[in-house]
Nanobody, 124 residues
Framework: QVQPVESGGGLVQAGGSLRLSCAAS????????MGWCRQAPGKEREFVAA????????YYTDSVKSRFTISRDNAENTVYLQMNNLKPEDTAVYYC?????????????????WGLGTQVAVSS
């Protein structure tokens, strides 16, 4: 079964940090674009960050640039999202996603595989 599995969510105060991890199996991790999307209460899901198959290029939505860093370890089939200087508006369920394509990083429809999500809550 193809199912990315997220971990690392939790409750943190504004200005704090969290590191999300995603372990993937059931597909060739090293050839897939990996990413993170999120859904805040009452809002639609949105793209957060993506990293290409090699780890050489990363893409971010404007609201998280300079605060979040995506990385991957192809030997461990794991992708990470380091989140610094968290804000209350970052509160959401964060989903690990995977795509076999090497374009369309910002489009949710690009991602074939989705995890079940991990909750991140940021208090003010």
């Amino acid at each position: 079964q193809v199912q990315p599995v997220e971990s690392g969510g939790g409750l943190v105060q504004a200005g704090g940090s969290l590191r999300l991890s995603c372990a993937a199996s059931g597909f060739t991790f090293s050839t897939h674009t990996m990413g993170w999307c999120r859904q805040a209460p009452g809002k639609e899901r949105e793209f957060v960050a993506a990293i290409d198959w090699s780890g050489g290029s990363a893409y971010y939505t404007d609201s998280v640039k300079s605060r979040f860093t995506i990385s991957r370890d192809n030997a461990e089939n794991t992708v990470y999202l380091q989140m610094n200087n968290l804000k209350p508006e970052d509160t959401a369920v964060y989903y690990c996603v995977a795509s076999p394509y090497r374009s369309g990083y910002y489009s949710l429809g690009t991602y074939r595989y989705w995890g079940l999500g991990t909750q991140v809550a940021v208090s003010s």
